[in-house]
């Protein structure tokens, strides 16, 4: 039986930056102001908070993140975050640099993943067996956050910062029955499908170092027994489903987000948009889907 049956909402916010020259306080005001307004379970922030790890920069990220109202918020560091011995003042000012939350049948496992100095990220065999017993407590949802990311994203380029043992991580949270993957990192928003696992990266909420066609954005799952919704949301713009699937059978249907900056690859791919229904705290917000059609004859890739 489910721990609960009601609608959850979690936000996920990542990439920052505050103190960084790309960084837009307005965009980072507009996204909290929007938060606020959905008024979520649980809000994650995966990463990069700060532009350099210098004192003044977290200072500035602890002033935005105190406007956050929500009772769970749960707060990693990336790597800027690390740079320049930055780690200790996260600890100072955020408290410690992994977090558990078990809350309303949602369990959230979050990981630091940042090394000292360096843009790649490891999560490393000495915690394996504390995230295995985290992810053994009863949960209808199993998230695990972590800012690198552990599957390439398309359209950033040369892999070359991802976690160094991904491979030993994805099948320890496959083993675990971890449901959503949570990171940053890269700026730019994507889903991946992994066995029953949804992999999900986040763009930067905040900055304007976008790569291509971009738009910054952050995330909003919603969660009930027969659906989970991940969309992208533009502070101050529109909102766009990412991915959607059954909990129980894993079904899943992906879509095209234009945050994301995709572009049709091949000839045979049409895109469709089309407007669903509401979602969000109770407001009538349309959430516009283009969804990515197969002319084979199928309505999706899925």
């Not at 996204?31 to 700060?50: C, F, M, R, W």
């Not at 200072?59 to 790597?79: F, M, Q, S, W």
């Not at 994203?153 to 496959?174: F, N």
Request: charged fraction near 25%; include cysteine.
């Amino acid at each position: 039986m489910r721990t609960s049956d009601r609608r959850r909402v979690i936000a996920h916010l990542s990439d920052l930056h505050c103190g960084h020259p790309h960084f837009v306080p307005e965009m980072l005001e507009t996204a909290i102001q929007e938060v606020n307004e959905l008024a979520p379970d649980i809000v994650v922030i995966s990463g990069d908070l700060t532009g350099f790890g210098f004192l003044p920069d977290y200072e500035l990220a602890r002033e935005y993140v105190d406007k956050i109202e929500c009772e769970h918020v749960v707060t990693i560091p990336g790597n800027h975050d690390a740079r320049n011995v930055g780690y200790l003042h996260f600890e100072d000012l955020f408290g410690p640099r992994n977090r558990v939350l078990h809350v309303d049948g949602v369990s959230v496992v979050a990981v630091d993943s940042s090394e000292p100095d360096l843009n790649e990220g490891c999560v490393g065999r000495g915690r394996y067996g504390w995230i295995r017993k985290q992810f053994a407590h009863p949960a209808d949802l199993r998230v695990f956050v972590l800012h690198h990311h552990l599957v390439p994203i398309p359209r950033t380029g040369r892999e070359r910062s991802m976690v160094t043992d991904s491979g030993d991580v994805l099948e320890l949270l496959t083993e675990c029955g971890v449901d959503i993957v949570l990171s940053g990192h890269k700026h730019v928003p994507y889903a991946w499908q992994l066995e029953e696992m949804f992999v999900v990266n986040a763009g930067t909420v905040s900055t304007t170092r976008l790569r291509g066609r971009v738009k910054p954005s952050y995330n909003i799952i919603e969660i009930t027994p027969s659906l989970v919704t991940i969309d992208q949301k533009i502070p101050g713009a529109g909102r766009e489903r990412v991915i959607s699937f059954d909990p129980s059978s894993r079904e899943y249907r992906k879509y095209v987000s234009a945050a994301s900056g995709w572009a049709p690859p091949v000839e045979n791919v049409v895109v469709t948009d089309h407007t669903g229904a509401g979602f969000g705290a109770g407001t009538n917000q349309g959430v516009t889907d283009a969804v990515r059609g197969v002319e084979s004859g199928d309505e999706t890739d899925s």
